[in-house]
């Protein structure tokens, strides 16, 4: 099955504040957990990264990348992430 | 049904109306200035006004992966390599319209928590970390503050969100990584470690009960351990980061492996410079993401306008990157990053940007003379920047954001003072800035003018116009009084008359040290005004006075909780003399424990989370090599003792000496019984309304009625009365004198401070009632030199005289608020009737005054329909705050100010 993105998951979506923030496209007020839209493009996030590892629940993993092997969680954003690649899938 | 107090008292034949000097119109009265920003600034405030007080993990994740990776590294460097990567590793988000970029984390308010100071007050209060607070009192304020319900504050969970603190929203999917992120802190967190070594400090279960039963509001070197100071932005405005980088370089060659004489923290030079390398290179490459950023939006942008604004931000955000500014946007743009990540490396409130109008003067003269931009661009711009500083959140605990900032942070804009040779220092673009001000009302940063009989007064008259819209800003500040105390605390450091001129206002109301900084532009040579001192409001905060004297009357037990406080001092309180003596000696022992315990944890601050950024800002630390914690700065000895309640400390000793001791109308036995069962009324809490007038009698109780009319009709503060002025003056000659009797951790002596921000309310909700007829859980009087609501029944010129009883000089400052109404000063009349009024004050040599010009009315309205008064600000001790996000019991007390009705 598909999986289903929210806004704040798009590369597109400029946050406001924990509930909204504007789409760079459309320029408009959107809600973070709304639906993502057909202008979608994905966020660097360590739940997109090859690197990430899920670990104990659904909301902590680790940093593969790293010798050290630290924790990390899904929604980090990794824009700025030297360690960043995207999953293969 | 239960009668109110001010029902009561009329049919007493006494009003408790709180007008004074007439009556206000009829009709209610709207403020005469009304302005509106242009039309860029007024979206981006627009957005300001829908945005949440949001909270990241983003900066305390990379902080801490870094930093526990670093196990054994020198730890100024340690620090400096983690802040390095915190900084580099933070998402860039570029809002369109947006002119000045760059935020505190990604969210338009963003903030985070800071869990290397502490770690337990925002988990959740079933779990352990902040049982363990509650415990050693860290969190006890927490538990008598409160929030506004409104505006952009979190007060619960909603969706995907979650409130933490009180105040901020955090996204569900960041909190278990936020909590063990927290987690991963305990027991090493400057709270934890000064915790531990605190508790050494002999007499250390007073410290711990005096925090318990707030009588003190706070510890501040783990809660706001910097800030209440002015930046220093100079070095970086005239070298640029490659130049400070450079420049580092070449002293670390110098320093490396000699001590230079000083065995002791010589050979610290070496790793400090390295460190100052580091935190450059960090913020460099925070300041280049979003140049990159700046860059991916302007290739995917349509409107030519917009694409060409990005481009105009990475271009600007490129150079600075580098290199020092060559245009007044560059500046300015450099100026708030400056600002930003200063704010982003350690806890601050009451950072303040001084007198920014003067560091900017020469781009601003520069370009305005090339015709490189017009007075209007620069009033956008400045009206931009003031949306941007307001949005600056401080993530702390409840009874820090709370109980003590009521959600402001304080980055006060001085105005005025003199230049170096003692002429007027005012200059155009701080008229253009007073200007923004006036037409973009905002709560930061607020402005304060340093006010000389020597500025013009055309300059004051504008400065007048702004107070009148409303705002509470520009508060008037002596600069004779400022500078004579500068001299007084830091003339052992080498402070002279030339600098002392350089003064500005850190934090709300701090009358901090600055030095003259010799800039060069194209050519042309100027000196600018910049911040040189440590932070100049941390130790001891804040005393609650009346709860001071609560504890004399009661032998030291808090009537509260119960729980002694204090060891019992066993006298009977025969005399007056005896009382005062009393207070006198518990209010010393408090400041004594509580100044070694806070040495130990600034030291522990100092050691473990030193300020690198900051410390390199400050004169002479680039210099000589030693940051804050080596007393690298100009100025050191800025540590303080706050108090807070003067004026119910000695309404209520008026009372004692004029019904117990003088009079014998009543025994102290027999008030002390009042005060326990509060004078026969419910409990503040219980009525849900913080202001005396409102408080409900409980029925068929009034034994207690005669007594307290006795204590509401003793003599008051603020009515040119001997009686009360002696006691004042008494109080503030010891007091400012017995401050200097405690060292510092930095082997300086401590001075006072005398200012409330917000901790008259949850003090006053702390205490139960006092002699001078206010009752139990209400808020205490603002400020230091206001008079109680309602109190102050003979005009201005007598309150101005009470208020100047004693030398204001001796204390880093006072704080007089005064709500006027809006038809008392229309017009230019009014205008020169409000300045004259000021001047009157400030030549009595009154420190401070700031006016509310609002009728009372509005205020009362916008309690009872909050969703129509969102852009509603109000002052209220040194600050500007929108009324939505005021707790309920300072809401009350700025009601309850007496309304002056004429002046």
Redesign the interface.
């Known amino acids: 099955m598909e999986q289903e993105f929210t806004h704040l998951d798009c590369r597109n979506y400029a946050p406001v504040d924990v509930a909204k923030g504007i789409c760079h496209v459309k320029k408009e007020i959107v809600l973070a957990d709304g639906e993502s839209c057909e202008s979608f493009e994905k966020l660097p996030k360590c739940k997109f990264c090859k690197n990430y590892a899920p670990g104990e629940g659904e909301y902590i993993g680790t940093c593969e990348a790293s010798k050290t092997r630290p924790m990390t969680y899904p929604d980090l954003i990794g824009v700025t992430c030297d360690f960043f690649a995207w999953q293969e899938n | 049904m239960s009668k109110r107090l001010s029902q009561v008292l009329q049919e007493s034949g006494i009003s408790l109306g709180f007008q004074a000097g007439g009556s206000a119109p009829e009709e209610v009265a709207d403020r005469e200035v009304k302005r509106e920003p242009c039309p860029r600034a007024n979206k981006l405030r627009d957005?300001y006004y829908?945005?949440?007080?949001?909270?990241t993990?983003?900066f305390p994740?990379w902080y801490t992966?870094q930093y526990?990776?670093l196990d054994n590294e020198v730890p100024a460097v340690r620090r400096a390599l983690s802040l390095k990567c915190a900084f580099?590793?933070?998402?860039?988000?570029?809002?369109?319209g947006e002119l000045i970029a760059m935020g505190k984390a990604?969210?338009?308010?963003g903030s985070f928590p800071m869990p290397w100071l502490s770690e337990g007050y925002y988990m959740a209060k079933e779990d352990e970390l902040y049982k363990a607070a509650l415990a050693k009192g860290s969190a006890s304020a927490d538990e008598v503050s409160k929030f506004g319900s409104g505006g952009?504050n979190?007060t619960g969970n909603?969706?995907?969100?979650i409130s933490i603190a009180g105040k901020f929203?955090?996204?569900r999917?960041?909190?278990?990584?936020l909590l063990?992120v927290a987690r991963a802190w305990v027991g090493k967190s400057v709270d934890d470690l000064g915790h531990k070594y605190e508790q050494m400090v002999p007499g250390y279960e007073i410290k711990e009960a005096i925090m318990k039963s707030v009588v003190c509001m706070f510890d501040s070197g783990y809660t706001l351990p910097q800030g209440r100071e002015v930046i220093n932005y100079y070095y970086l405005l005239q070298y640029g980061f490659d130049g400070l980088i450079e420049m580092a370089k070449q002293k670390k060659d110098q320093v490396a492996g000699r001590p230079d004489g000083d065995g002791i923290v010589g050979m610290n030079r070496l790793y400090n410079y390295e460190a100052a390398i580091h935190i450059l290179e960090g913020i460099q490459i925070w300041i280049l993401?979003y140049a990159k950023e700046a860059r991916r939006?302007e290739a995917?942008?349509k409107d030519p306008i917009q694409k060409r604004e990005y481009q105009d931000i990475a271009q600007c955000l490129e150079w600075i990157s580098r290199h020092s500014p060559r245009t007044f946007r560059e500046a300015t743009q450099l100026c708030w990053t400056i600002h930003i990540a200063v704010l982003n490396e350690d806890a601050i409130s009451g950072l303040s940007p001084g007198r920014l109008g003067q560091v900017l003067w020469p781009w601003f003269e520069q370009d305005i003379e090339a015709g490189r931009t017009s007075e209007e661009e620069v009033i956008e711009l400045l009206e931009c920047l003031r949306v941007k500083f307001t949005c600056i959140d401080c993530f702390a605990s409840m009874g820090v954001v709370g109980g003590v900032l009521s959600g402001n942070t304080f980055n006060n804009l001085s105005l005025g003072g003199l230049t170096q040779d003692g002429t007027s220092a005012c200059n155009r673009l701080e008229e253009l800035i007073i200007e923004a001000a006036t037409n973009c009302v905002t709560t930061q940063p607020t402005l304060s003018v340093l006010f000389d009989d020597r500025l013009p007064e055309p300059f004051l008259l504008k400065a007048v116009e702004c107070v009148k819209t409303g705002t509470g800003y520009p508060a008037f500040v002596n600069n004779r009084v400022a500078i004579e105390f500068l001299m007084n605390q830091y003339g052992e450091e080498g402070m002279k008359l030339d600098e002392a001129r350089a003064i500005a206002i850190g934090g709300c109301l701090e009358t901090s040290p600055c030095s003259w900084m010799p800039l060069s532009l194209e050519g042309k040579e100027y000196l600018i005004p910049g911040g040189s001192g440590q932070p100049t409001s941390v130790g001891v905060h804040f005393i609650s006075l009346p709860k001071i004297l609560e504890l004399v009357l009661f032998d030291g037990v808090d009537q509260r909780t119960g729980q002694r406080v204090f060891p019992a001092h066993g006298q009977t309180l025969e005399t007056y003399e005896e009382l005062f003596g009393q207070v006198k000696a518990y209010f010393a022992r408090a400041v004594e424990v509580l100044a070694l315990t806070n040495n130990i944890q600034h030291d522990i601050w100092r050691k473990n989370s030193v300020p690198i950024f900051n410390s390199l800002l400050k004169p002479d630390c680039l210099e000589n090599g030693h940051l804050i914690n080596e007393l690298g700065y100009r100025y050191n000895a800025t540590y303080n003792v706050e108090t807070c309640g003067t004026a119910n400390l000695i309404n209520s000793l008026a009372a004692l000496k004029r019904i117990v001791y003088h009079n014998k109308e009543q025994t102290l036995d027999e008030l002390k019984e009042a005060l326990k069962v509060n004078f026969g009324f419910k409990e503040a809490a219980e009525v849900g309304s913080f202001s005396l007038a409102d408080q409900e009698k409980k029925e068929g109780v009034d034994e207690y009625d005669r007594l307290h009319f006795l204590c509401l009709t003793a003599p008051k503060y603020g009515n040119d009365d001997p009686f009360v002025d002696r006691i004042l003056k008494e109080w503030e000659d010891w007091f400012c004198g017995m401050c200097h009797d405690y060292e510092s951790l930095n082997a300086k002596p401590y001075y006072a401070c005398q200012i409330s921000v917000s901790t008259h309310a949850p003090m006053g909700a702390a205490t139960i009632a006092t002699p001078d007829g206010r009752l139990s859980g209400t808020t205490f009087a603002d400020a230091s030199m206001s008079a109680y609501p309602g109190t102050d029944r003979n005009g201005p010129y007598a309150l101005f005289t009470s208020a100047t009883c004693w030398d204001h000089c001796k204390s880093q400052n006072s704080q007089m608020n005064m709500k006027i109404h809006p038809s008392a000063i229309r017009g230019i009349t009014g205008s020169r009737k409000l300045l004259e009024l000021t001047r009157s004050y400030m030549r009595r040599g009154g420190f401070h005054i700031q006016y509310n010009i609002v009728d009372s009315r509005v205020l009362r309205e916008a309690q009872r329909n909050p969703d129509q008064y969102r852009d509603l600000v109000v002052r209220v001790a040194g600050f500007t705050q929108y009324w939505v996000e005021i707790g309920k019991p300072i809401q009350d007390e700025v009601i309850a100010r007496t309304e002056y009705e004429g002046v």
């Open positions: 957005l829908q945005a949440l007080s949001s909270a993990n983003e994740y992966r526990m990776e580099s590793h933070l998402t860039p988000v570029i809002l369109p990604h969210y338009y308010r952009g979190v909603f969706g995907n969100v929203g955090i996204r999917e960041e909190m278990p990584a063990k993401n939006l995917m942008e």
